[in-house]
């Protein structure tokens, strides 16, 4: 009897081990991708804010008229979603290192 609890306690080891380096690891590369692709988007979006606050008041009204703000948010999401599909396979499951970047 002792025999089988060390063989099963040894299985489980084992398989935990295994498991929970895993999740380890998935949250790990996730939370770095997340933080870099979130510090790239805040960086872009306060460039573009810098730059349009020194814009003249004529500037400020056409480009707000067209739309312009609604169109950085359409942008500025389907870049936040190229991320998030790139770094899943067809079957939803996250992958570790499939994602190259905006522009690959």
Excluded: E, H
């Excluded at 359409?74 to 790139?86: E, H, N, P």
Aim: charged share 10%; glycine share 12%.
């Amino acid at each position: 009897m002792p025999l089988i609890l060390s063989i099963c306690a040894a299985v489980v080891t084992a398989l935990l081990t295994n498991i929970v380096s895993r999740v380890i690891g998935a949250i790990g590369f996730g939370m770095i991708g997340y933080a870099g692709a979130s510090a790239v988007l805040d960086l872009l979006k306060s460039l573009i804010s810098q730059n349009l606050n020194a814009a003249t008041s004529l500037v400020f009204a056409i480009l707000s008229m067209a739309g312009f703000g609604q169109g950085l948010s359409i942008i500025f999401s389907a870049l936040v979603m190229r991320a998030t599909l790139a770094g899943m396979d067809s079957a939803g499951n996250i992958m570790q290192s499939k994602w190259k970047g905006f522009g690959k």
